[in-house]
Nanobody, 114 residues
Framework: QVQLVESGGGLVQPGGSLRLSCAAS????????MGWYRQASGKQRELVAT???????NYSDSVKGRFTISRDNAKNTVYLQMNSLKPEDTAVYYC????????WGQGTQVTVSS
């Protein structure tokens, strides 16, 4: 079955960086559009960034210029490089994979605090 496993979350100071990874299995990874979403406490889940099967990225306005999404089809992995982190980036970050239907990972916590 399809599995998406996120890693790389943690506690970081404002202005710092983190790189999230999402390892996929049980799917033909290159066919899937992949994405990162986040959900802060008490708020709805929101789009962070997506990348098409062809490698075209898309970003929410709140992270544009600070975050970079990329994928390595040889490793069945999608990444989210997060720079210039702000306290408002604090959330659980979820990986998604979409090809006719959407699959979700379990999430990884990112906390930006001094």
């Amino acid at each position: 079955q399809v599995q998406l496993v996120e890693s790389g979350g943690g506690l970081v100071q404002p202005g710092g960086s983190l790189r999230l990874s999402c390892a996929a299995s049980g799917m033909i990874f290159r066919n899937y559009a992949m994405g990162w979403y986040r959900q802060a406490s008490g708020k709805q889940r929101e789009l962070v960034a997506t990348i098409t099967s062809a490698g075209t990225p898309n970003y929410s306005d709140s992270v544009k210029g600070r975050f970079t999404i990329s994928r390595d089809n040889a490793k069945n992995t999608v990444y989210l490089q997060m720079n210039s982190l702000k306290p408002e980036d604090t959330a659980v970050y979820y990986c998604s994979g979409t090809y006719y239907r959407t699959y979700w990972g379990q999430g990884t916590q990112v906390t930006v605090s001094s």
